[in-house]
Structure formats: C-alpha cells, structure tokens
C-alpha cells in the first residue's frame, strides 16, 4: 500500500524502521531526516585520519544480546567480530576489574576466597537493616556492603549523574552484577561483538532501500507543518517535540577530551575513574575495540559528564520523579495527536542498549504496517514499558 512516511532521526531507531517499513510497505516513500551531518547517531563511526584506528565518535558502543533473532538480523549487514569487552577500574592508583567478581573482592580485601567463601563474606557486608531498596544507594549497601560502594560506585556514580547517589532509582545499580566467580567479561550475553566495518556501515546498508530517501543536515523543527506525510515517526526527544511545553526532561550529556599517543596507552578499552577528585569518568581507547587491526599509535578519549544544556545532545535519561511526572503528560499529549509516533532511546525516555532499540524498531514495522493493511489506528509508542 502506498503512503508517505517521515522518519525524523538516522540513529538505529530511525534507521532499522525506515529499512523494515520499505520492506512491508514496498509502494511506500520513506524519508529520513537528520539533523546531524552524518547517520548512524551516537553509534557513529570512523576512522581517526592521523591513526587510522576505527573510532566511536560518541563513545562506545559493544553490540550485545542474548536474542540470536537480533544477532543474526544484524550479520545480514555486517560482520559482526566477537569482542570480549573487559573494563576496569581505577583506584587510588591500582586497577580493579569489574563487574565486581571473585578476583576484584580478593585482590581489593586481600584475601583467597573461593566462590562459595567469597559470597558468604559480601552477604556478611551488606546492610540486613534494608528492605526493598528505594534508591541507588541502598540497592549497593544492601547488596555490597559499604567499602566496595563507596570505592567503586559513589564517586563515579556522582560524577556521571551528577547527583548524590540517593537521587537516582535503586534499578540502575541492578543493571550492574556481582559474579562469585573469575568472570571479567562485561557482558553476560551469549552474543557480544563489534562491525568489522564499524556501525556507520551498518547504519548505511540499512538506508540503501529504493524507497528510503536520505536527507542529512535538515532538522525537524518543533511545530513543523507534517500535514504532507500520512504518519511521522520521531526518535528526537519527546520534550522537544513538544517544544518544553511542561519543561525539560532530565539528561546527562558527555564531552570528549581525545589525545593520541604511541604505542598503547592501557591494557583495556575502557578504564574507569571512580575516584571523586578524577575530573573525567573513564577513558576509552579505541583501537581496543578492533582488535583484529594494528596500529603503532593510539587514539584515547577521555569522558567528562555534565548537565545537558539546550546546546547538548541529550545522552542518558536521569528518570528521577520530576522527570516521571513531566513524561506523563508528554505521554498523554502524545497520544492525542493521533499521525505520530515516538519510538528510541529519545523518543520514550529510557536506558537503551541498542539490541533493545533494534528489536523494538522491528517490531513497531511489523505492528505499523498491520495497522496500515487493516486501516486500523496505529500505535504511539512501542509498549507500556516505557513509562514504567
């Protein structure tokens, strides 16, 4: 069936509907707009022109899941190279590994435990006095106890949020496990890798439908006469959709300090600082993230956090309760306009690791173009998770 689409966004959001779209709805004309002068959004990549090393612009990004569906949709595109992504921890001068596992706790408590040794000794640490943990705080006191909070989450955590570690829901610690066993891998998903190519090839493949059609550098403007699409798709932020009618949805955003050098600069492409006098918190080295390559120098970046400001790309939703009650009646407005539909990390106001962008994006195409063959009213957003 024929219509007239806009994709407002060339992320993996935008990108990955736009190529589902042109597949169920093949008589269709798609056109994705995006402000930026590349795709590929925050995933973008390319390769540093005095190092020729592959860099993740935006910081970076490990395609991780446990769904081989997703897996193996994104192998149809590009090779996807297993990575085994470690990231450790610096402190006071030493290096710890994390997630926090059975080497960290007996490298940074002196001691041998065994597994079973180990979990009996962090069980022992934790807070018993805590119920249900209602913060980020007493998530990692109740569970770590408070010299392994306080060494490698506090400072960090205040850092990256920019808020004391009470502010923030209890949900994002649990984003980060504990292993009893020597594991270092970051991931615990079956399929971890990177692009051999790097995403923006990724993101480019996808786009290279008849029926897609690109425009680059063109921002859509709050208010925007639409009235030429049948139905518009955004994946900017939801608030500025709605030009901050109710205020400003709470974001951090990340500056990047790049320096390169000779040789290699650590032994891991991500090092953390949790140290709360450490301005940045972390640096990445990017040839890291290819290993199958080699380079005599080195590119690193280091990582600042702050506040976004109206001149800041929006990076990672902070969620605390104003931020609730402002969604909710951005989420109410939204559903009242009846030709738009808000999908992505922006667009719903969620953490997002991109296999979650990428099966939700397929997933809202196939619901999408059910609606369309039915005549039936089209979805708004990708499901009621988003506003949990």
């Not at 897609?212 to 798709?233: Q, W």
């Not at 932020?237 to 030009?243: K, R, S, V, Y």
């Not at 690193?300 to 001149?311: H, N, V």
């Amino acid at each position: 069936m024929a219509g007239k689409y806009l994709v407002v966004g060339a992320g993996f959001s935008g990108a990955v509907l736009a190529h589902r779209l042109a597949v169920l709805l093949p008589e269709s004309h798609i056109e994705v707009w995006d402000e930026k002068s590349h795709i590929a959004g925050n995933c973008y990549t390319a390769r540093n022109p005095e190092t020729g090393i592959m860099v993740h612009q935006y910081g970076p990004h490990i395609f991780n899941t446990d769904k081989k569906p997703i897996w193996d949709f994104v192998n149809q595109y590009v090779q996807l190279e297993p990575f085994f992504h470690r990231v450790h921890a610096h402190v006071d001068g030493k290096v710890f590994s994390l997630p926090i596992n059975l080497n960290t706790i007996n490298q940074f408590f002196g001691e041998k435990f065994c597994p079973a040794q180990a979990q009996e000794f962090i069980r022992e640490k934790g807070d018993g006095s805590i119920g249900e943990p209602r913060n980020f705080e007493e998530q990692a006191l109740k569970f770590l106890g408070a010299e392994l909070y306080q060494t490698f989450f506090y400072g960090y955590t205040k850092k990256q949020w920019g808020c004391d570690p009470r502010e923030l829901p209890a949900s994002i610690l649990k984003r980060l496990p504990v292993r009893f066993c020597d594991n270092d891998s970051y991931y615990e998903h079956p399929f971890v890798g990177i692009p051999r190519e790097g995403y923006t090839v990724l993101v480019e493949k996808l786009l290279q439908k008849p029926n897609i059609h690109l425009k680059l550098n063109r921002k859509f403007s709050p208010g925007e006469e639409i009235s030429g699409f049948d139905h518009v798709f955004f994946t900017g932020p939801l608030d500025a959709f709605f030009q901050y009618k109710y205020g400003r949805l709470g974001y951090r955003t990340v500056t990047f300090e790049p320096f390169v050098s000779e040789g290699t600069f650590q032994e891991v492409a991500v090092m953390n600082y949790c140290e709360e006098s450490v301005p940045y918190t972390r640096i990445t080295e990017h040839k890291h993230f290819a290993p199958w390559e080699t380079h005599s120098k080195t590119i690193c970046f280091k990582e600042y956090s702050k506040e976004t400001t109206e001149a800041d790309p929006p990076f990672y939703p902070k969620r605390l309760a104003r931020d609730k009650a402002l969604l909710k009646q951005y989420r109410q407005d939204a559903e009242a306009l009846g030709q738009v539909s808000f999908l992505g990390r922006l667009g719903t106001y969620r953490y997002m690791d991109m296999h979650h962008v990428i099966g939700e994006s397929l997933e809202f195409a196939q619901k999408f173009s059910a609606a369309v063959r039915t005549g039936t009213c089209p979805p708004v957003f990708p499901n009621q998770e988003a506003f949990a």
